[in-house]
């Protein structure tokens, strides 16, 4: 900072603002400083870039909006949800396994949902979206047991998960359908979510499918948990797109697991800029209340001075090493301030509140996000790692780690507390819960009634849809003619035919993340529009074309930008609106297949535990078929992912027949018959011809496996089956041609549209025999097709060999299995389907092979056939290139 040289003159300037703001009021000096900052600037004047403020609280003493309620009486209350809390995880971990549970984050953070609890959240039809942080879920079990929707044999049962009657560890929707909405444990995924979430709503509001009204969503979060890319990653979408039904509340304990967040530094102060910078209303609430006396006594400036000089781990130690500790090292480094506190005991000292845990300060914050029009809050809250354990963890590095306190230590939180529990009671660590009628249990259930009803909650039931006929893709059902086409664009034409329909086709939501035209998509642009919550401020250079881009208020497509976690944390947020808004969407989320559950598994996992409903279209897919993009872009792994899972019903077809029959199929499952299932759909960029639908293929087509062409001959000296997916599909129907042609060996053709499938279905089986040993055996359904015949089965797909190799168990015959097992490359399809061993030539030699292993043709013939098609058989294996 440069050196003052005038400083008179820089005295009359501070003389003449603090006259302003003591004549016209903060509004006014505001307005004066911005416009001289403008002008400044406009001169040529470099400023600082200060987007942070003071370490103090945001809202000043005078400007709080007052706690209306009665403050000892929640306090009672929220004591007794800290009690039972510890008492749930202390009595899971009596036992010889130790079951975990995590005490210090809900201590720390207890305040900060108590206030929304008795004022904010919402429930009822229009409750609230609360994204809870996950490890303070033992807190929100721990108010529900007071109120009495849990009862002491669950709570028991917290992490005893098994038979059904328990609590699960975490907010887990799947296993808890009627409390939890989120699931949010995986750190991160809370705050990317509830962006997208709020996101969501404003579209909903905006296109007129559902009044939202005021209705707000709150995300609970840790400052550690702010390191994860995916807590911050999507903030400039929250702050450019107004989301004003959005609050962060980030609990600033200072600590991560196993230490400070920022010890060195001030995370309070890092976030604020990085929030501020995006576009939030920030809001502060470092100090509590006892501090403002202070403050206020304060006239000269240096207790706001110590406050910003000192880092987070100066103030972990205060509150590690007590009272006297923090009066020679916080207060002592200027006379001046020892001599504010003088009056004041060492225990008084302790106990100078954090903001984060005064029920007035974040009152007051959570109201201000309340009425903060056009832009998300943050709430940045200081709190106090496992508050209220005293020696036992309370801002110790090892809090989270904190399981149990010793019995000293349970007599000190019992009696800080005020919990009516006897020391004689005291070693069984009992709940407690008082008697219905008493003040608290009144008062508790009165805050709730008068916001509409009780949370955690969640509604699992909805209307079923009328979900339009297979009948409604006939188009697809027929062949192509003398076109070519890819998969992709079959899709896309089904699409476009689902959103003109009458009963449905305002609930289609079309989700890309920023590559519409590479889907052949850009047709909707003109037709449904884009969304965006400012319409188009701008004419597009090609208005002027049939096609040209398009945004709108209204628009019904979601076209998110280069973020895959983005993309589908919108598509969560539309596969879950019939639990969370009661209205069921059909999402499309249409994506490049590597970029899927590659880069988003742990969204994809939380879709799942979600109960979420829709379809993830993987374009683009297969290792061979995307053939100029190379390495990082081309698919050889998204069907086995897709199958760890349970949930997720994946499909690979060829024809759009297919594609139709899956479609139309899925949207009678997930939304006609309200099955808890979504799909993951692979679909191609190359182009081909497609045929007629087979007759009666149908059913096999959702199993998984159906003949596509049977082998003319009727009792063939040689025959093999051939089985293949998706576009090597087309590689199997060539080698059977060529297999007749040169070899004479006939072929049956069979279309394996998911082995996924086809597996899961096999293991059921499996499991029914084992259980039932002196029932008669069930024959998995793949089995049943590819054994009815004495013939050696090939299977070939774009994916690595292990996909395929999930039908082994199940098939008598022999079994080869051909995969894009390597690193992809660029080059054309024939030259990698050849590389990888999938095309016609190797499969034709594959099943020459097993023919001959077989004993039914000399090896001799399948040399022959090697040198014939110009195979190298002693290339490096493309799985070590």
Same mark, same amino acid.
């Given at each position: 900072?440069?050196?003052?040289?005038?400083?008179?003159?820089?005295?009359?300037?501070?003389?003449?603002?603090?006259?302003?703001?003591?004549?016209?009021?903060?509004?006014?000096?505001?307005?004066?400083?911005?416009?001289?900052?403008?002008?400044?600037?406009?001169?040529?004047?470099? !400023?600082?870039?200060?987007?942070?403020?003071?370490?103090?609280?945001?809202?000043?003493?005078?400007?709080?909006?007052?706690?209306?309620?009665?403050?000892?009486?929640?306090?009672?209350?929220?004591?007794?949800?800290?009690?039972?809390?510890?008492?749930?995880?202390?009595?899971?971990?009596?036992?010889?396994?130790?079951?975990?549970?995590?005490?210090?984050? =809900?201590?720390?953070?207890?305040?900060?949902?108590?206030?929304? =609890?008795?004022?904010?959240?919402?429930? @009822?039809?229009?409750?609230?979206?609360?994204?809870?942080?996950?490890?303070?879920?033992?807190?929100?079990?721990?108010?529900?047991?007071?109120?009495?929707?849990?009862?002491?044999?669950?709570?028991?049962?917290?992490?005893?998960?098994?038979?059904?009657?328990?609590?699960?560890?975490?907010?887990?929707? /799947?296993?808890?359908?009627?409390? /939890?909405?989120?699931?949010?444990?995986?750190?991160?995924?809370?705050?990317?979510?509830?962006?997208?979430?709020?996101?969501?709503?404003?579209?909903?509001?905006?296109?007129?499918?559902?009044?939202?009204?005021?209705?707000?969503?709150?995300?609970?979060?840790?400052?550690?948990?702010?390191?994860?890319?995916?807590?911050?990653?999507?903030?400039? !979408?929250?702050?450019?797109?107004?989301?004003?039904?959005?609050?962060?509340?980030?609990?600033?304990?200072?600590?991560?697991?196993?230490?400070?967040?920022?010890?060195?530094?001030?995370?309070?102060?890092?976030?604020?800029?990085?929030?501020?910078?995006?576009?939030?209303?920030?809001?502060?609430?470092?100090?509590?209340?006892? /501090?403002?006396?202070?403050?206020?006594?304060?006239?000269?400036?240096? !207790?706001?001075?110590?406050?910003?000089?000192?880092?987070? @781990?100066?103030?972990?130690?205060?509150?590690?090493?007590?009272?006297?500790?923090?009066?020679?090292?916080?207060?002592?480094?200027?006379?001046?301030?020892?001599?504010?506190?003088?009056?004041?005991?060492?225990?008084?000292?302790?106990?100078?509140?954090?903001?984060?845990?005064?029920?007035?300060?974040?009152?007051?914050?959570?109201?201000?996000?309340?009425?903060?029009?056009?832009?998300?809050?943050?709430?940045?809250?200081?709190?106090?790692?496992?508050?209220?354990?005293?020696?036992?963890?309370?801002?110790?590095?090892?809090?989270?780690?904190?399981?149990?306190?010793?019995?000293?230590?349970?007599?000190?939180?019992?009696?800080?507390?005020?919990?009516?529990?006897?020391?004689?009671?005291?070693?069984?660590?009992?709940?407690?819960?008082?008697?219905?009628?008493?003040?608290?249990?009144?008062?508790?259930?009165?805050?709730?009634?008068?916001?509409? @009803?009780? !949370?955690?909650?969640?509604?699992?039931?909805?209307?079923?849809?009328?979900?339009?006929?297979?009948?409604?893709?006939?188009?697809?059902?027929?062949?192509?003619?003398?076109?070519?086409?890819?998969?992709?664009?079959?899709?896309?034409?089904?699409?476009?035919?689902?959103?003109?329909?009458?009963?449905?086709?305002?609930?289609?939501?079309?989700?890309?993340?920023?590559?519409?035209?590479?889907?052949?998509?850009?047709?909707?642009?003109?037709?449904?529009?884009?969304?965006?919550?400012?319409?188009?401020?701008?004419?597009?250079?090609?208005?002027?074309?049939?096609?040209?881009?398009?945004?709108?208020?209204? @628009?019904?497509?979601?076209?998110?930008?280069?973020?895959?976690?983005?993309? =589908?944390?919108?598509?969560?947020?539309?596969?879950?609106?019939?639990?969370?808004?009661?209205?069921?969407?059909?999402?499309?989320?249409?994506?490049?297949?590597?970029?899927?559950?590659?880069?988003?598994?742990?969204?994809?996992?939380?879709?799942?535990?979600?109960?979420?409903?829709?379809?993830?279209?993987?374009?683009?897919?297969?290792?061979?078929?995307?053939?100029?993009?190379?390495?990082?872009?081309?698919?050889?792994?998204?069907?086995?992912?897709?199958?760890?899972?349970?949930?997720?019903?994946?499909?690979?077809?060829?024809?759009?027949?297919?594609?139709?029959?899956?479609?139309?199929?899925?949207?009678?499952?997930?939304?006609?018959?309200?099955?808890?299932?979504?799909?993951?759909?692979?679909?191609?960029?190359?182009?081909?011809?497609?045929?007629?639908?087979?007759?009666?293929?149908?059913?096999?087509?959702?199993?998984?496996?159906?003949?596509?062409?049977?082998?003319?001959?009727?009792?063939?000296?040689?025959?093999?089956?051939?089985?293949?997916?998706?576009?090597?599909?087309?590689?199997?129907?060539?080698?059977?041609?060529?297999?007749?042609?040169?070899?004479?060996?006939?072929?049956?053709? /069979?279309?394996?549209?998911?082995?996924?499938?086809?597996?899961?279905?096999?293991?059921?089986?499996?499991?029914?025999?084992?259980?039932?040993?002196?029932?008669?055996?069930?024959?998995?359904?793949?089995?049943?097709?590819?054994?009815?015949?004495?013939?050696?089965?090939?299977?070939?797909?774009?994916?690595?060999?292990?996909?395929?190799?999930?039908?082994?168990?199940?098939?008598?015959?022999?079994?080869?299995?051909?995969?894009?097992?390597?690193?992809?490359?660029?080059?054309?399809?024939?030259?990698?389907?050849?590389?990888?061993?999938?095309?016609?030539?190797?499969?034709?030699?594959?099943?020459?092979?097993?023919?001959?292993?077989?004993?039914?043709?000399?090896?001799?013939?399948?040399?022959?056939?090697?040198?014939?098609?110009?195979?190298?058989?002693?290339?490096?294996?493309?799985?070590?290139?």
């Amino acid at each position: 900072m440069r050196e003052d040289l005038d400083p008179q003159e820089t005295q009359e300037w501070l003389e003449a603002l603090d006259g302003v703001l003591s004549q016209a009021g903060r509004g006014r000096a505001a307005i004066l400083m911005k416009r001289l900052a403008k002008h400044a600037a406009r001169q040529g004047t470099q !400023l600082p870039g200060a987007i942070t403020t003071s370490f103090r609280n945001t809202i000043e003493p005078r400007d709080e909006k007052r706690m209306p309620g009665d403050l000892f009486m929640e306090r009672k209350i929220r004591s007794l949800i800290r009690w039972n809390a510890l008492a749930m995880v202390m009595r899971a971990n009596d036992n010889d396994e130790g079951l975990g549970g995590h005490i210090s984050s =809900f201590s720390s953070s207890a305040t900060l949902y108590d206030v929304g =609890f008795n004022y904010f959240f919402r429930g @009822g039809d229009k409750a609230d979206l609360i994204y809870y942080q996950g490890h303070s879920s033992p807190g929100m079990y721990a108010r529900s047991f007071l109120e009495g929707r849990l009862d002491a044999e669950q709570l028991d049962n917290f992490r005893r998960e098994v038979d059904g009657n328990g609590l699960s560890s975490y907010p887990h929707p /799947w296993l808890m359908p009627d409390y /939890w909405q989120f699931p949010t444990v995986s750190m991160g995924l809370g705050p990317i979510q509830a962006i997208y979430q709020a996101h969501v709503m404003k579209y909903q509001q905006s296109r007129g499918l559902v009044d939202h009204g005021d209705r707000k969503v709150w995300c609970f979060m840790g400052d550690g948990e702010c390191d994860e890319p995916e807590s911050l990653g999507a903030i400039a !979408l929250a702050g450019r797109e107004c989301l004003d039904n959005l609050c962060f509340v980030i609990n600033c304990n200072l600590q991560r697991l196993d230490g400070p967040v920022r010890g060195n530094g001030k995370i309070i102060q890092e976030l604020e800029g990085v929030f501020r910078g995006a576009g939030w209303n920030v809001v502060k609430v470092i100090w509590g209340r006892h /501090w403002d006396q202070l403050l206020e006594r304060d006239t000269t400036g240096l !207790l706001r001075r110590r406050m910003n000089e000192v880092c987070d @781990g100066e103030l972990q130690n205060y509150k590690a090493n007590g009272g006297a500790y923090t009066r020679k090292h916080f207060f002592g480094k200027y006379p001046e301030l020892l001599e504010l506190v003088k009056d004041l005991s060492d225990d008084e000292i302790m106990y100078l509140n954090r903001g984060g845990h005064d029920p007035y300060k974040v009152y007051a914050a959570y109201a201000n996000a309340k009425e903060t029009k056009g832009r998300p809050t943050v709430v940045l809250a200081m709190t106090v790692k496992g508050y209220g354990l005293g020696s036992g963890g309370e801002a110790q590095n090892e809090a989270h780690s904190v399981k149990k306190l010793d019995l000293e230590e349970l007599k000190k939180f019992r009696d800080r507390f005020g919990v009516p529990i006897s020391d004689e009671e005291l070693k069984d660590v009992p709940y407690y819960r008082p008697p219905a009628d008493s003040p608290e249990m009144v008062y508790m259930h009165k805050r709730r009634e008068e916001l509409g @009803g009780y !949370l955690p909650a969640r509604q699992a039931d909805f209307d079923a849809l009328d979900v339009p006929p297979l009948s409604k893709f006939e188009a697809q059902l027929k062949n192509t003619g003398k076109r070519e086409i890819s998969s992709t664009m079959a899709f896309v034409r089904m699409l476009s035919t689902l959103v003109k329909d009458k009963a449905v086709g305002g609930r289609i939501v079309p989700i890309v993340p920023d590559e519409a035209r590479t889907f052949g998509m850009e047709g909707m642009f003109r037709q449904l529009g884009i969304y965006s919550s400012q319409g188009q401020r701008y004419t597009p250079h090609d208005s002027d074309q049939i096609m040209y881009y398009k945004e709108s208020k209204d @628009g019904q497509i979601l076209e998110e930008g280069i973020t895959e976690a983005g993309a =589908f944390s919108a598509w969560l947020a539309a596969a879950t609106s019939y639990a969370n808004h009661r209205y069921p969407m059909v999402p499309f989320y249409i994506f490049y297949s590597m970029f899927g559950f590659q880069r988003i598994m742990d969204l994809a996992w939380a879709a799942g535990d979600s109960q979420a409903r829709g379809f993830l279209i993987g374009a683009t897919s297969g290792r061979t078929t995307l053939n100029g993009e190379g390495l990082q872009h081309q698919d050889g792994h998204s069907h086995l992912m897709a199958n760890m899972i349970p949930n997720c019903v994946s499909y690979d077809p060829t024809y759009s027949y297919e594609l139709a029959v899956i479609i139309q199929d899925g949207m009678r499952r997930m939304y006609g018959d309200k099955e808890n299932v979504f799909y993951y759909i692979t679909t191609m960029n190359e182009n081909y011809y497609h045929p007629d639908m087979p007759e009666g293929c149908e059913e096999g087509i959702i199993k998984g496996l159906y003949k596509l062409r049977a082998s003319a001959a009727k009792k063939p000296k040689l025959k093999v089956q051939l089985v293949g997916s998706g576009t090597i599909l087309r590689e199997v129907e060539a080698a059977a041609e060529l297999l007749k042609g040169e070899y004479k060996v006939e072929a049956d053709i /069979w279309s394996a549209t998911s082995i996924n499938q086809l597996r899961r279905e096999g293991m059921e089986c499996e499991r029914w025999n084992l259980l039932h040993p002196e029932d008669a055996p069930r024959i998995p359904y793949v089995g049943e097709q590819l054994n009815a015949e004495s013939a050696p089965v090939i299977c070939a797909t774009d994916y690595i060999k292990s996909y395929g190799d999930q039908l082994r168990p199940y098939i008598d015959n022999r079994y080869v299995v051909l995969g894009t097992d390597g690193y992809g490359r660029s080059d054309t399809r024939a030259k990698l389907r050849s590389h990888f061993e999938v095309d016609r030539y190797h499969i034709v030699v594959a099943a020459l092979k097993a023919l001959s292993d077989d004993g039914k043709l000399p090896a001799s013939v399948v040399t022959k056939a090697i040198a014939s098609y110009g195979l190298d058989a002693d290339k490096i294996s493309p799985m070590c290139r």
